[in-house]
Each structure stands twice: as structure tokens, then as C-alpha cells.
């Protein structure tokens, strides 16, 4: 069982405060405004944690931040390393007991972080663990960022940094947009965190309005589109989203997203062995792509192929390293970019929701 423990979860979480109304908050308690520059400091650039670290402020005003704000929302609870040690995934319990999952992918140069925006997803796509547990909550701000200064602070203490984000752990971050969006502004602000928006990215499930959203505030963060199907009739069995925005719906905000942006778009594939790895399904892909030509003939989009991970209540196998080989074959004759991702941490069920699944069955066994 996991315990609640009310008077924490009453408390406001700090990562959730943007600077101003830090400062507001600081300003009420009748406090000189450098000391809101003095915390940011401490909590983006030091990393701290806990307020006995914040050695730069008087003792009382410790007690106070200690007082106001909870310094922590996520107690790690289960932490899993690959065999290879590449990759390393944590499933933290929030204060109401919900679990959430972040992955770190550590790969020649690349600290690559994977973070959740909400617990559960209500987008139920048929071969994702998450979906499969259905919606619990959205995340906040400062929960999606903190599991970002988790990892920052564990690759802290071996002089490394997180280089790159991607949103892309449970749930669905155009159905959470306005914290996703918070938490990504919160990351990127050059007086705190100052993570380059361009080495950040979002995948998406397709929410065409959101798309729209995005696109026109212009954001220099990439943006990744869950494709896994080239007609309707395929994709919605897989993605039941399909059925509200069809492809051609979701292609078109595409294109715009592209054309107003000028940035490269990716699409995600899973491949799953004989539902959606065919060479009919490739060469359908390569023409609805067709569309990202630009007039000097390059191609501002890229196909992410990955073969599935199988999970419980879904039946579809992972397609062949062969196949998805020849997938991407036929892709290239197309002219399409297409590279085929390597399923890290297989061995510790590194894919999306699959340990959250893992810990709450056991929970019930
Ligand atoms: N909700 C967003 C982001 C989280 S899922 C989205 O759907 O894009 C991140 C990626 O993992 C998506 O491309 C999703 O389709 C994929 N995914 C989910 N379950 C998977 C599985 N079992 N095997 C392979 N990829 C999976
Ligand atoms: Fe939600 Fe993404 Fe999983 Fe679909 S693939 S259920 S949108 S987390």
C-alpha cells in the first residue's frame, strides 16, 4: 500500500512557482527581491533540494521556505538499470500515492532524459502500456520538471549534464498542454535551468488542435508525431484518437506546423510484426510524406521506426530487425529519412507505462 501524507501534499511544490510570482510570494513576507534570485539560483543552477543546502540565505528565511513550499514531490520507489547500464529507469510515487516513470538513456556522449506528463492516458492506444492503464491525472508543472532535476542531479555528482529531453514517458503532453508547456518554459528560462529548447522534444498522439497551438507560438523545442499507420482504417484500430482527428486532418496541421516553422518533423513507428510492418504500409507512408517536400527537393521530415515492445494486455509482437530493415529500405527508395531505433532497456520493461504496470501488479499479487 502506499500512504498519502496529507500535510506534504497540502503544501505548495516550489518547481511549481515561475519567478515572478516567487518574488510576489518573497515580497509579502516583506523580503528584498535578490533573495528570489538567490533561490532560483539554488534550486536551477545548484540543483538543491532541501533548504539546509541554501547556505546563501539566513536561517529564518529557511524555516519559512521550509514552511511555505514542499522541496520534493516524487519519491523514487523503484529504480531499475539495464544489463549494459545504459539505461536507467525510476518509477516515483507523487504525493497522492499516483505513479509516474523517467527513464535516463546514457549513450556515447548523450544523457538523454525521458519524462511523463501525466499518470496514466486517456488516449488508450492498444499496444502502449500506459494507455492500457487508462487516465489517472495530469501532472503539474514542477512534477515534470523535477523529474528532469533528478537525473541532473545524479549526473551531477560524475561532473555530467542532461543533454537532452524527450517528453515521451507516460501520457499524453498535448492533453496536459498548459503544464507540459510550463514545465518546457521553466526548463528553457536562461536565468534558471537554461536547457536549449532545441534539444528538447514532444511526441504527440496527434491532437490537431494542439498541434495548431503549438505551432503558432513558436517554439524552438522539436515536435514528434505518433504516426504507427498510413490509413484510417489501420490507424484508428491503433490509436483510437484516429477516429476524432483522421490522418488527413492530422497531416494537414502537419504541413502547417512545417511550413510556418521551417523545422523538421518526426513520426514515431512501432512496428508491430504483420499489422502495420508491411511493404504496402511503407510505401503508403512514403507517399503521405510526400507532402514535407520542399521546392529544393529536401524532405523536412524523418521516419523513427522501432520495433514494439510487447507488453501484457496487447498481443502484437515486435516486427524482425530483418523486416524493419526492409522497411526502412523501401523508405529510402522514396527518398524518405528513416532510422531504426534500438528498444533500450528491454530488460528492465523500459518502454512506456510498463513499469508502473510491473510494480502495480505485484502490488496486487
Ligand atoms: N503520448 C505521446 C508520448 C508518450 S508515448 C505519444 O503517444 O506520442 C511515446 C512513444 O512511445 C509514442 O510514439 C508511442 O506510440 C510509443 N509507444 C507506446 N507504447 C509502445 C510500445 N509498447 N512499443 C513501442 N513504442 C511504444
Ligand atoms: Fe497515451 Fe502515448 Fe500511450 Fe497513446 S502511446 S496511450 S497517447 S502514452
Known amino acids: 500500500m502506499i500512504k498519502v501524507h496529507a500535510a506534504v501534499a497540502s503544501q505548495s511544490l516550489i518547481f511549481d512557482l515561475d519567478y515572478a510570482s516567487l518574488e510576489r510570494d518573497l515580497e509579502k513576507w516583506g523580503e528584498q527581491k535578490y533573495r528570489a534570485r538567490q533561490i532560483w539560483q539554488g534550486l536551477y543552477h545548484n540543483l538543491w533540494d532541501r533548504t539546509e543546502q541554501f547556505s546563501t540565505l539566513p536561517i529564518y528565511l529557511r524555516q519559512k521556505l521550509t514552511e511555505a513550499y514542499r522541496f520534493s514531490s516524487l519519491s523514487p520507489s ?36 525521458c519524462i511523463s506528463t501525466q499518470a496514466g492516458c486517456a488516449m488508450g492506444c492498444v499496444f ?8 489517472q491525472r495530469n501532472l503539474s508543472s514542477g512534477e515534470i520538471v523535477e523529474q528532469v532535476l533528478y537525473y541532473a542531479r545524479q549526473l551531477k555528482e560524475r561532473d555530467e549534464q542532461v543533454t537532452n529531453i524527450v517528453i515521451m514517458g507516460m501520457g499524453e503532453p498535448f ?48 515536435l ?20 476524432k482527428y483522421p490522418l488527413n486532418d492530422l497531416l494537414q496541421a502537419c504541413q502547417e506546423y512545417v511550413k510556418l516553422t521551417h523545422r523538421r518533423l518526426s513520426f514515431e513507428w512501432a512496428l508491430i510484426q504483420g499489422v502495420n510492418d508491411s511493404i ?21 521530415c524523418h521516419v523513427n521506426v522501432i520495433p514494439l515492445n510487447p507488453t501484457n494486455k496487447y498481443s502484437g509482437q515486435a516486427t524482425t530487425h530483418k523486416r524493419a530493415q526492409e522497411f526502412q529500405k523501401v523508405l529510402a527508395i522514396h527518398g524518405i529519412p528513416c532510422t531504426i531505433r534500438i528498444r533500450r532497456g528491454i530488460d528492465i520493461q523500459a518502454g512506456c507505462g510498463q513499469l508502473a504496470t510491473r510494480a502495480k501488479s505485484s502490488e496486487s499479487d
Do not use: W
Not at 78 to 107: C, H, R, W
Not at 128 to 135: D, L, P, S
Not at 281 to 289: G, S
Open 78 to 113: 523503484l529504480s531499475l538499470n539495464s544489463i549494459d547500464g545504459e539505461t536507467s529507469k525510476t518509477l516515483f510515487i507523487l504525493p497522492d500515492g499516483k505513479a509516474v516513470e523517467a527513464v535516463l538513456m546514457q549513450y556515447e556522449k548523450r544523457r538523454t532524459v
Open 175 to 222: 492533453h496536459n498542454y498548459e503544464a507540459t508547456m510550463r514545465a518546457i518554459d521553466q526548463l528553457n528560462d536562461p536565468q534558471g535551468y537554461n536547457f536549449g529548447a532545441r534539444r528538447i522534444t514532444v511526441s504527440t498522439v496527434g491532437l490537431v488542435p494542439a498541434i495548431r497551438k503549438f505551432t503558432s507560438e513558436k517554439r524552438q523545442v522539436n
Open 280 to 300: 504496402e504500409q511503407a510505401v503508403k507512408l512514403a507517399k503521405l510524406l510526400n507532402i514535407f517536400r520542399q521546392e529544393d527537393g529536401a524532405i523536412l
Open 224 to 243: 514528434a508525431i505518433s504516426l504507427h499507420a498510413a490509413d484510417d482504417e489501420l490507424r484508428s484500430s491503433l490509436l483510437p484518437i484516429n477516429r
Open 128 to 135: 502502449c502500456a500506459t494507455g492500457q492503464m487508462g487516465f
